[in-house]
């Protein structure tokens, strides 16, 4: 299994991967941002890479928090936040590659 490190900007501490950050980082993130987190949490989307969209959302919301709370130089949260947008989009692009097979579907089966 690779290793897996806190998503926190500037933190490479090792963490298990279901867990979106170390310690000290999630203990920054206020309890109603969590909940958002785990309650978007699918057990397997680590090993699948495949997380929510709503999960990507509340995921980069604690991230961001924690930035502002450590006075993160913008630059640097921007470089880091650029590769999890490209994530949003990739889990939006699947999204609708799901809904379109679904909707080709029945679209086939109400001809036959």
Do not use: I
Not at 13 to 32: I, T
Not at 65 to 79: N, S
């Amino acid at each position: 299994m690779a290793s897996h490190t806190c998503h926190a900007v500037n933190c490479r501490a090792e963490c298990p991967p279901q867990y979106l950050c170390c310690r000290k980082h999630w203990s920054m993130v206020p309890q109603p941002m969590q909940l958002l987190v785990y309650t978007h949490y699918r057990r397997g989307q680590c090993d699948d890479m495949n997380p929510s969209v709503e999960w990507w959302q509340a995921a980069m919301t604690a991230v961001l928090w924690v930035a502002t709370k450590e006075q993160q130089p913008l630059d640097v949260v921007k470089r880091e936040l650029r590769g999890w947008l490209l994530s949003v989009f990739a889990a939006y692009e699947r999204r609708l590659e799901v809904v379109d097979a679904a909707m080709a579907r029945r679209r086939e089966e109400r001809r036959v």
